[in-house]
């Protein structure tokens, strides 16, 4: 099969990493891809936001699925430009997209579909946040409307604080205002071709930037899979995810359906346990980053049947789809003064030994060659991602690769699944 892989970051170096572990043997091309992918695929440097410019390539080279990673451009309609070309593509359209693109939307689809969530106004102005602000009170959430690359969020107990980030986000568009919910984070991805669905396994992130929880808001540093804590609250991993599918997931994409806005394409479900039971915090419409680096190592059945029956619509005819016992743990490697205005352009060394740990390797998120070394380009750089039948040992493995790496200023997280750990 030729499948064509959208995105640059370790999301999508994670995809392509599951797919060349298949036994058959795929064509696969990245477009633009970054220095690690470039290792193990062609690369191709035409904008994967530019709808006209993939059909082309698409057509072109008779590529049999395009696999969109990140969010722009589906938001940019090119999920919609390839399926009018015939094109099999696993990605929503444009107005699907709007379940991430748009927090409005997804509440409204939510409300429709009865699907639990927390209370949540817009504001528009400073005025109407400071309202909203005082009547939900403390711990403040305060989201961007639409995308705003892992930025957007903001979780406080601070009023003052929550008011300067709905300002800010105010001169980009409204804001949604959220009541806080308590309790553990889930994330859970279920593949759609638009009728049906089916669920991956379980993942948890870390949003925060240093241990404890502490620090501000970013896209994620590090994550790992399986929680065996489900078990104890809801019997088994299969439990918790049957209420997810019948409760919230089923009754998401009947309602994007009904409203003619079929959802064909990966539905990241970002759930938390309440003690009033599961929650909806968000909807993405893509593979989240870093959970996918920890979901598909664990991945038996071949992504690209998967991938595949989603795009064409035969999703019914693939049963649920089967995971190893192992366990994985990625810890994410990010630049200094990440998440602000990063430091890029620094060497970075040891990728070869720490990729020569057992049960190891490295997924690359913001890389290129210059001079014959590898540099970093942006601001979360590798996710360093480990594998073993428990958690003690995936961590020992994943921290041992991540002490192997230099990179000057580096910062990552030294706690990840240490909740988890038995040792």
């Known amino acids: 099969m030729k499948i064509l892989v959208l995105g640059s970051g370790a999301r999508e170096h994670a995809i392509i990493t599951a797919l060349l572990s298949e036994p058959g043997q795929h064509d696969i091309v990245a477009a633009p891809g970054n220095a690690g992918i470039a290792l193990v695929?062609?690369?191709?440097?035409?904008?994967?936001?530019?709808?006209?410019?993939?059909?082309?390539?698409?057509?072109?080279?008779?590529?049999d699925l395009v696999v969109v990673g990140p969010e722009a451009p589906l938001v940019a309609g090119v999920a919609d430009a390839l399926r009018s070309r015939g094109i099999p593509v696993f990605g929503p359209s444009r107005e699907a997209a709007a379940l991430e693109g748009s927090k409005t939307f997804a509440k409204h689809i939510m409300a429709e579909a009865g699907v639990p969530t927390g209370r949540a106004e817009l504001a528009g102005t400073v005025a109407a946040a400071e309202r909203i602000l005082d009547e939900f009170g403390a711990p403040y959430v305060v989201k961007a409307d639409g995308l705003a690359a892992g930025k957007?969020?903001?979780?406080?107990?601070?009023r003052d604080a929550a008011l300067e980030h709905a300002r800010h986000w105010l001169g980009h568009g409204e804001v949604l205002i959220e009541e806080f919910l308590?309790?553990?984070?889930?994330?859970?991805?279920?593949?759609?071709?638009?009728?049906?669905?089916?669920?991956?396994?379980?993942?948890?992130?870390?949003?925060?930037?240093?241990?404890g929880d502490a620090g501000p808001n970013t896209g994620g540093m590090g994550a790992y899979s399986p929680l065996p804590w489900l078990d104890e609250r809801f019997g088994s991993e299969d439990a918790f995810v049957d209420e997810v599918i019948d409760t919230i997931a089923l009754p998401t994409i009947r309602q994007l359906a009904a409203e003619e806005k079929p959802f064909i394409g990966l539905l990241y479900c970002g759930l938390i346990l309440t003690r009033d039971g599961i929650r909806v915090i968000e909807f993405n419409a893509r593979f989240g980053d870093p959970e996918t680096q920890v979901v598909l190592p664990r991945l038996e059945t071949p992504l690209s049947d998967l991938l595949?029956?989603?795009?064409?619509?035969?999703?019914?005819?693939?049963?649920?789809?089967?995971?190893?016992?192992?366990?994985?743990?990625?810890?994410?490697?990010?630049?200094?003064?990440?998440?602000?205005?990063?430091?890029?352009?620094?060497?970075?060394?040891?990728l070869s030994e720490a990729e020569s740990l057992a049960g190891t390797h490295i997924a690359h998120a913001a890389t290129a060659v210059k001079g014959g070394d590898?540099?970093?380009?942006?601001?979360r750089v590798l996710s360093v991602v480990s594998t073993?039948?428990?958690?003690?040992?995936?961590?020992?493995?994943?921290?041992?690769?991540?002490?192997?790496?230099?990179?000057?200023?580096?910062?990552?997280?030294?706690?990840?699944?240490?909740?988890?750990?038995?040792?």
């Open 152 to 158: 957007g969020v903001l979780v406080t107990e601070s």
């Open 41 to 63: 695929v062609p690369v191709v440097g035409i904008d994967a936001e530019d709808p006209d410019a993939v059909v082309e390539f698409a057509q072109d080279g008779d590529i």
């Open 374 to 379: 590898f540099v970093a380009t942006g601001g």
């Open 308 to 350: 595949f029956a989603a795009a064409s619509g035969t999703l019914v005819d693939q049963p649920r789809p089967s995971f190893s016992s192992d366990v994985a743990v990625t810890v994410v490697v990010a630049s200094e003064n990440y998440p602000g205005t990063p430091v890029t352009g620094r060497v970075l060394t040891g």
């Open 182 to 211: 308590d309790g553990e984070e889930v994330s859970l991805f279920l593949l759609s071709d638009g009728h049906t669905v089916r669920p991956l396994s379980p993942a948890q992130d870390y949003k925060r930037l240093a241990d």
């Open 388 to 423: 073993a039948s428990d958690f003690a040992e995936a961590r020992r493995r994943v921290y041992e690769a991540v002490d192997l790496i230099g990179l000057e200023g580096s910062q990552h997280r030294t706690d990840i699944a240490a909740k988890v750990t038995t040792a």
